[in-house]
């Protein structure tokens, strides 16, 4: 079964730092390109951050660049977001989805883990 | 920077009715474009990809048109478990990933 598994959320107070982990089965994890997607409470989806299947590409949302760090290690099938500097406003249920771009047709955000939540607050 | 609006923001309707739900990209962004359902603590499914595909195991109740700047998933017959919150979203080179900011679909 394709999965994707996220933890590593929790409560943190500002300024503090959080690592999350996405731990991905039943496909071949390398070839996919991976993201971080957020939904604040109440809110729509605002997307985080990229890494292509071999990590020669990485990007980020202005709101988290210099902040947020996001790496996989391919052997391990997992993908994580380090966390820096969180401020309130990084509250919200953090989801990994895998991603896939072909040549000519855009093939969606096909799997979703169920996500994890982060709460900022002192 | 490609933005995406959608509209209407919430639709109320029956049981049976269709539903038309709109996207609308600033600049075109081809058949780029796919659409997600999302259930009140769910993450978001994925609906319909490049525009008019249906991913997998997607009945053919939902159906995406629309290329260039135009885009619409309509919903046929409706169901009570259709009741959700519809995003669109574009892939590009940057900002890798774009959603629109959701319409909330009500069925009563």
């Known amino acids: 079964e394709v999965q994707l598994v996220e933890s590593g959320g929790g409560l ?6 959080l690592r999350l982990s996405c731990a991905a089965s039943g496909f071949t994890f390398r070839t996919y390109g991976m993201n971080w997607v957020r939904q604040a409470p109440g809110k729509g989806l605002e997307w985080v951050s990229y890494i ?3 990590s020669n590409n990485m990007h980020y949302a202005d709101s988290v660049k210099g902040r947020f ?4 290690d391919n052997a391990k099938n997992s993908l994580y977001l380090q ?3 969180l401020r309130d406003d990084d509250t919200a249920v953090y989801f990994c989805a895998r991603d896939l771009m072909g040549p000519t047709i855009y093939y969606g955000l096909d799997v979703w883990g169920q996500g994890t939540t982060v709460t900022v607050s002192s | 920077e490609v933005v995406l609006t959608q509209s209407p ?10 539903a038309t739900l709109a996207c609308r990209a600033s600049q075109s962004v ?10 009140p603590g769910q993450a978001p499914r994925l609906l319909i990809y490049d525009a008019s595909a249906r991913a997998t195991g997607i009945p053919p109740r939902f159906t995406g048109r629309g290329s260039g700047t135009d885009f619409t998933l309509t919903i046929n017959s409706l169901e009570p478990e259709d009741s ?3 995003y669109c979203q574009h892939r590009s080179s940057w900002p890798p990933i774009t959603f629109g900011q959701g319409t909330r679909l009500q069925i009563k």
């Not at chain 2, 923001?9 to 269709?18: C, I, K, M």
Request: proline share 5%; charged share 10%.
């Open chain 1, 12 to 17: 943190v107070q500002p300024g503090g730092s």
């Open chain 1, 52 to 54: 292509s299947g071999s």
């Open chain 1, 69 to 72: 760090t996001i790496s996989r």
């Open chain 1, 83 to 85: 966390m820096n500097s």
């Open chain 2, 9 to 18: 923001a919430t639709l109320s309707l029956s049981p049976g009715q269709r």
């Open chain 2, 30 to 39: 081809s058949t780029s474009l796919a659409w997600y359902q999302q259930k």
């Open chain 2, 84 to 86: 959700a919150v519809y």
